[in-house]
Nanobody, 124 residues
Framework: QLQLVESGGGSEQPGGSLRLSCAIS????????IGWFRQAPGKEREGVSY????????YYADSVKGRFTISRDNTKSTVYLQMNSLKPEDTAVYYC?????????????????WGQGIQVTVSS
Protein backbone atom coordinates (compact mmCIF):
# COMPACT_ATOMS: atom_id res chain seq x y z
CA GLN A 1 0.00 0.00 0.00
CA LEU A 2 1.35 3.40 -1.03
CA GLN A 3 1.39 5.82 1.85
CA LEU A 4 2.86 9.06 3.15
CA VAL A 5 2.21 9.64 6.83
CA GLU A 6 3.07 12.90 8.55
CA SER A 7 3.88 13.14 12.25
CA GLY A 8 5.42 15.58 14.70
CA GLY A 9 2.87 18.35 14.48
CA GLY A 10 1.18 20.04 17.39
CA SER A 11 1.19 23.32 19.24
CA GLU A 12 4.20 25.47 19.92
CA GLN A 13 4.87 28.99 21.13
CA PRO A 14 6.35 31.64 18.84
CA GLY A 15 10.08 31.21 18.63
CA GLY A 16 9.87 27.50 19.32
CA SER A 17 10.69 24.52 17.16
CA LEU A 18 8.97 21.47 15.76
CA ARG A 19 10.18 18.68 13.53
CA LEU A 20 7.78 17.14 11.09
CA SER A 21 8.38 13.67 9.69
CA CYS A 22 6.97 12.16 6.54
CA ALA A 23 7.21 8.37 6.54
CA ILE A 24 6.95 6.74 3.14
CA SER A 25 5.84 3.19 2.48
CA UNK A 26 4.96 1.20 -0.61
CA UNK A 27 7.42 2.87 -2.96
CA UNK A 28 11.08 3.75 -3.08
CA UNK A 29 11.78 7.14 -1.60
CA UNK A 30 14.98 7.61 -3.57
CA UNK A 31 12.99 7.65 -6.83
CA UNK A 32 10.96 10.67 -5.77
CA UNK A 33 11.39 14.30 -4.90
CA ILE A 34 9.52 15.31 -1.77
CA GLY A 35 7.74 18.52 -1.00
CA TRP A 36 6.20 20.01 2.09
CA PHE A 37 3.10 22.15 1.61
CA ARG A 38 0.83 23.96 4.00
CA GLN A 39 -2.65 25.38 4.00
CA ALA A 40 -3.89 27.88 6.53
CA PRO A 41 -7.62 28.49 7.11
CA GLY A 42 -9.08 30.59 4.34
CA LYS A 43 -5.86 30.54 2.32
CA GLU A 44 -4.61 28.61 -0.67
CA ARG A 45 -2.18 25.79 -0.27
CA GLU A 46 1.42 26.91 -0.65
CA GLY A 47 4.69 25.14 -1.18
CA VAL A 48 7.05 25.39 1.77
CA SER A 49 10.10 23.33 0.93
CA TYR A 50 11.29 20.68 -1.52
CA UNK A 51 14.13 18.21 -1.74
CA UNK A 52 15.09 16.59 -5.01
CA UNK A 53 15.54 12.87 -5.54
CA UNK A 54 18.67 13.17 -7.64
CA UNK A 55 21.03 15.28 -5.55
CA UNK A 56 18.98 16.19 -2.48
CA UNK A 57 19.02 19.82 -3.57
CA UNK A 58 16.80 21.85 -1.32
CA TYR A 59 14.37 24.64 -2.10
CA TYR A 60 12.57 26.94 0.30
CA ALA A 61 9.78 29.47 0.14
CA ASP A 62 10.98 32.95 1.06
CA SER A 63 8.69 32.95 4.08
CA VAL A 64 10.57 30.05 5.70
CA LYS A 65 14.08 30.48 4.34
CA GLY A 66 16.63 30.48 7.14
CA ARG A 67 14.15 29.00 9.61
CA PHE A 68 13.13 25.66 8.10
CA THR A 69 15.38 22.82 6.96
CA ILE A 70 14.31 19.88 4.85
CA SER A 71 16.25 16.63 4.85
CA ARG A 72 15.78 13.05 3.77
CA ASP A 73 16.94 9.68 5.02
CA ASN A 74 16.40 7.17 2.24
CA THR A 75 17.45 4.29 4.49
CA LYS A 76 14.57 5.11 6.81
CA SER A 77 12.20 6.14 3.98
CA THR A 78 11.56 9.36 5.85
CA VAL A 79 11.74 13.04 5.03
CA TYR A 80 11.98 15.66 7.75
CA LEU A 81 11.09 19.32 8.05
CA GLN A 82 12.86 21.01 10.93
CA MET A 83 11.00 24.19 11.77
CA ASN A 84 12.76 26.71 13.99
CA SER A 85 11.88 30.24 15.07
CA LEU A 86 8.23 29.48 14.52
CA LYS A 87 5.83 32.35 13.92
CA PRO A 88 2.05 32.52 14.29
CA GLU A 89 1.80 32.78 10.51
CA ASP A 90 3.30 29.28 10.26
CA THR A 91 0.03 27.94 11.64
CA ALA A 92 -1.45 25.61 9.04
CA VAL A 93 -2.09 22.02 8.08
CA TYR A 94 1.16 20.67 6.66
CA TYR A 95 1.25 18.04 3.93
CA CYS A 96 4.08 16.07 2.42
CA UNK A 97 3.95 14.94 -1.18
CA UNK A 98 6.04 12.79 -3.49
CA UNK A 99 6.65 13.47 -7.16
CA UNK A 100 8.97 12.19 -9.85
CA UNK A 101 8.96 15.59 -11.54
CA UNK A 102 10.09 18.22 -9.05
CA UNK A 103 9.42 21.06 -11.49
CA UNK A 104 5.74 20.12 -11.76
CA UNK A 105 5.53 19.85 -8.01
CA UNK A 106 7.10 23.26 -7.44
CA UNK A 107 5.27 25.10 -10.25
CA UNK A 108 1.89 23.37 -10.29
CA UNK A 109 1.79 21.48 -7.00
CA UNK A 110 1.48 18.22 -8.89
CA UNK A 111 2.46 15.07 -7.07
CA UNK A 112 1.78 11.38 -7.39
CA UNK A 113 1.22 10.88 -3.69
CA TRP A 114 0.04 13.04 -0.82
CA GLY A 115 -0.08 12.59 2.91
CA GLN A 116 -3.21 13.22 4.94
CA GLY A 117 -1.86 16.35 6.57
CA ILE A 118 -0.98 17.33 10.12
CA GLN A 119 -1.85 20.42 12.13
CA VAL A 120 0.80 22.88 13.29
CA THR A 121 -0.35 25.67 15.56
CA VAL A 122 1.93 28.48 16.69
CA SER A 123 0.41 30.61 19.40
CA SER A 124 1.26 32.17 22.71
Amino acid sequence: QLQLVESGGGSEQPGGSLRLSCAISGFRLDYYSIGWFRQAPGKEREGVSYISSSDSHQYYADSVKGRFTISRDNTKSTVYLQMNSLKPEDTAVYYCAAAKDIRSMVIMQRAEYWGQGIQVTVSS
